[in-house]
């Protein structure tokens, strides 16, 4: 069955630079029409996506965040690698990453989360 | 960016049917497929619908999506109280973005 899991630093400082790791398996980054994102939600507000990085290596980011943001994957390891420049007190959230399937006129979706890392960007 | 709206709130009493809507843009829902998500308290969301109107394997098909131009509706029918949760539209715009709703938090009365 497909799993992932976040990993990374449950506090960062205003300014520092957030590493998130997500560790997945069940599936290879490498098959056609997979890929893996990043999703964002402070507390009680909504979903915002972050980036999607795609199984040949092609990623998207955020417009509002893209200067900000750098997504790499290792295939070997099954880890995919969200990076987020100058944090601040607005990036408190639970991050996801999260399994993404692209079929085209299949559909394309997130169908399977991680269980999520809270992240509190605070002094 | 496009943004989603969905209204803040739905209820219903155990057994009614209840509607979410989900209003874009003719470059997000108007011209790609919206998928549902359901999130659980304290939990991460678990897709509910994709590609407008499809289950996954699993989804009670008392959960059922459409699409009309440029907005989305989920429907829940036989509400049950397992079914409080937030739920979020999604769709692609044609800028490369992924777009979720605002949420819309259902109630079970």
């Known amino acids: 069955q497909i799993t992932l899991k976040e990993s990374g630093p449950t506090l960062v400082k205003p300014t520092q630079t957030l590493t998130l790791t997500c560790t997945f398996s069940g599936f290879s980054l490498s098959t056609t029409g997979v890929g893996v994102g990043w999703i964002r939600q402070p507390p009680g507000k909504a979903l915002e996506w972050l980036a999607l990085?795609?199984?040949?290596?092609?990623?998207v980011y955020s417009p509002s965040l893209k200067n900000r943001l750098t997504i790499t994957k290792d295939t070997s390891k099954n880890q995919v690698v969200l990076t987020m420049t100058n944090m601040d007190p607005v990036g408190t959230a639970t991050y996801y990453c999260?399994?993404?399937?692209?079929?085209?006129?299949?559909?394309?979706?997130?169908?399977?989360w991680g269980q999520g890392i809270l992240v509190a960007v605070s002094s | 960016q496009s943004v989603l709206t969905q209204p803040p709130s739905a209820s219903g009493t155990p057994g009614q049917r209840v509607t979410i809507s989900c209003s874009g843009s003719s470059s997000s829902i108007g011209n790609n497929f919206v998928n549902w998500y359901q999130q659980l308290p304290g939990t991460a969301p678990k897709l509910l619908i994709y590609?407008?109107?499809q289950r996954p394997s699993g989804v009670p098909d008392r959960f059922s999506g459409s699409k009309s131009g440029t907005s989305a509706s989920l429907a829940i029918s036989g509400l049950r109280s397992e079914d409080e949760a937030d739920y979020f539209c999604?769709?692609?715009?044609?800028?490369?973005?992924?777009?979720f709703g605002t949420g819309t938090k259902v109630t079970v009365l």
């Open positions: 999260a399994h993404y399937i692209d079929m085209a006129r299949g559909g394309y979706y997130f169908d399977f």
């Open positions: 999604a769709s692609w715009d044609d800028s490369l973005s992924y777009v």
């Open positions: 990085i795609y199984w040949d290596d092609n990623k």
């Open positions: 590609k407008n109107n």
